[in-house]
T-cell receptor, first 112, second 110 residues
Framework: GAGVSQSPSNKVTEKGKDVELRCDPI?????LYWYRQSLGQGLEFLIY????????KSGLPSDRFSAERTGGSVSTLTIQRTQQEDSAVYLC??????????FGPGTRLTVL | KNEVEQSPQNLTAQEGEFITINCSYS?????LHWLQQHPGGGIVSLFM???GKKKHGRLIATINIQEKHSSLHITASHPRYSAVYIC????????????FGTGTRLTIIP
């Protein structure tokens, strides 16, 4: 596809359940980023993959959050034992090295 | 820690007015991004700057590296430019994660 895609677009889950969010970056982009935008809040960084380097996980809010990027392409963000404060829009972006970032449409996560 | 401060938080203007949104950033940020977020949430990258000035249509972005300050201008604003504008700072190669400003909600009245 031409842009960054994310799935699902919406996810409603119960507190305590695990969720997986998927990101398909633009083909060939070396960098992939996960960000989060909570209701009424600004955007915050979660995790960053660059090529084959070890990911920068410094933005992950707790050890319930993890992400992987397989084959330098698709990425999955996993949230274990979801809490209500995890409710937010999760955004994925990708880019070439040192270039503008292209954002996906986001996954709106609601934890009941 | 990288920091980005943006102002104003809200801005309402009449169609045709010249608009300026300001962004200040901390040491460690080497690239400044301007993003646009429309109702419905989609985020579009407008500019990425490390020096000088860039222009696209009615949008102009400038950066002053010495003062660590960037501005986004909209010349002859139009209601279609109503959106939230976000500045974000990134580090150099290998450290390109973004630190975001709080956003400016711009409303252009016809």
């Amino acid at each position: 596809g031409a842009g960054v895609s994310q799935s699902p677009s919406n996810k409603v889950t119960e507190k305590g359940k695990d969720v997986e969010l998927r990101c398909d970056p633009i083909s060939g982009h070396t960098a992939l980023y996960w960000y989060r935008q909570s209701l009424g809040q600004g955007l915050e960084f979660l995790i960053y993959f660059q090529g084959n380097s070890a990911p920068d996980k410094s933005g992950l809010p707790s050890d319930r959050f993890s992400a992987e990027r397989t084959g330098g392409s698709v990425s999955t963000l996993t949230i274990q034992r979801t809490q209500q404060e995890d409710s937010a829009v999760y955004l994925c972006a990708s880019s070439w090295t040192s270039s503008e970032q292209f954002f996906g449409p986001g996954t709106r996560l609601t934890v009941l | 820690k990288n920091e980005v401060e943006q102002s104003p938080q809200n801005l309402t203007a009449q169609e045709g007015e010249f608009i300026t949104i300001n962004c200040s950033y901390s040491v460690g940020i080497s690239a400044l991004h301007w993003l646009q977020q429309h109702p419905g949430g989609g985020i579009v990258s407008l500019f990425m700057l490390s020096s000088g000035k860039k222009k696209h249509g009615r949008l102009i972005a400038t950066i002053n590296i010495q003062e660590k300050h960037s501005s986004l201008h909209i010349t002859a604003s139009h209601p279609r430019y109503s959106a939230v504008y976000i500045c974000a700072g990134g580090g150099g190669f290998g450290n390109e994660k973004l630190t975001f400003g709080t956003g400016t909600r711009l409303t252009i009245i016809p």
